[in-house]
């Protein structure tokens, strides 16, 4: 298994400019969530998925859109893409919402907007 | 609102000896506390859990300790090696809550 995988690794981008960021998961996992970790500071959850065709916001959604045409992929896109937007941005995956499910990350894609 | 902080943000301890890496969360609903390990250019790895009806959970070179009633949890590394070197992270979850929320992490220095 590969796991959870992100693409691209790396991206600039200008400010205004759009891109969608692919996570995709190996694992059959049902929920899926995409995070940002800006430096020295924890990760903050942009928006999740409980299951294929659903979406759900979390602590920091503005700026960002998602969707979840199918189980195994979950795509963040910036539709203008701001300064404050540069950040490395993590996916991750679990199988269940119970407390005790272990969520899988993803490497990374890091992202800088100039 | 909800949080979940760590007590410093970095540690340095020689190699062999023991680490202990504190961790401060406020939300008494918590059900399920987890330390995760970040090494540089990587996503975040689970290392150890511990749910809120227990004080301990012990791993293989890690324990974790919970303690409600100052609402503090701890990550002990013992015998802490260079490849212990990374930014830990304490999180807290509830169930069907959809997110686990994250400290700032605690970078730890191992030196030889």
């Known amino acids: 298994n590969a796991g959870v995988t992100q693409t691209p690794k790396f991206r600039v981008l200008k400010t205004g400019q759009s891109m969608t960021l692919l996570c995709a998961q190996d694992?059959?996992?049902?929920?899926m969530y995409w995070y940002r970790q800006d430096p020295g500071m924890g990760l903050r959850l942009i928006h999740y998925?409980?299951?294929?065709?659903?979406?759900a916001k979390g602590e920091v959604p503005d700026g960002y859109n998602v969707s979840r045409l199918k189980k195994q992929n979950f795509l963040l896109g910036l539709e203008s893409a701001a300064p404050s937007q540069t950040s490395v941005y993590f996916c991750?995956?679990?199988?269940?919402?119970?407390?005790?499910?272990?969520?899988?990350f993803g490497p990374g894609t890091r992202l800088t907007v100039t | 609102g909800e949080s979940v902080g760590l007590h410093l943000p970095t540690l340095s301890v020689q190699e062999g000896d023991n680490s202990i890496i504190n961790c401060a969360y406020s939300?008494?609903?918590?059900?399920?506390f987890i330390w995760y390990k970040q090494e540089s250019g990587k996503g975040p790895q689970f290392i150890i859990d511990?749910?809120?009806?227990?004080d301990k959970r012990q791993g293989q070179r890690v324990t974790a300790l919970l303690n409600k009633t100052v609402k503090h949890l701890s990550l002990q590394i013992a015998a802490t090696q260079p490849g212990d070197s990374a930014v830990y992270f304490c999180?807290?979850?509830?169930?069907?809550?959809?997110?686990?929320?994250f400290g700032d992490g605690t970078t730890l220095t191992v030196k030889p």
């Open positions: 991750a995956s679990s199988y269940l919402d119970t407390s005790w499910d272990e969520q899988y």
């Open positions: 694992m059959n996992h049902e929920y």
């Open positions: 998925s409980v299951g294929e065709g659903t979406t």
């Open positions: 939300n008494s609903a918590s059900d399920y």
């Open positions: 511990i749910r809120s009806n227990m």
């Open positions: 999180a807290e979850k509830r169930h069907y809550a959809g997110k686990s929320t």
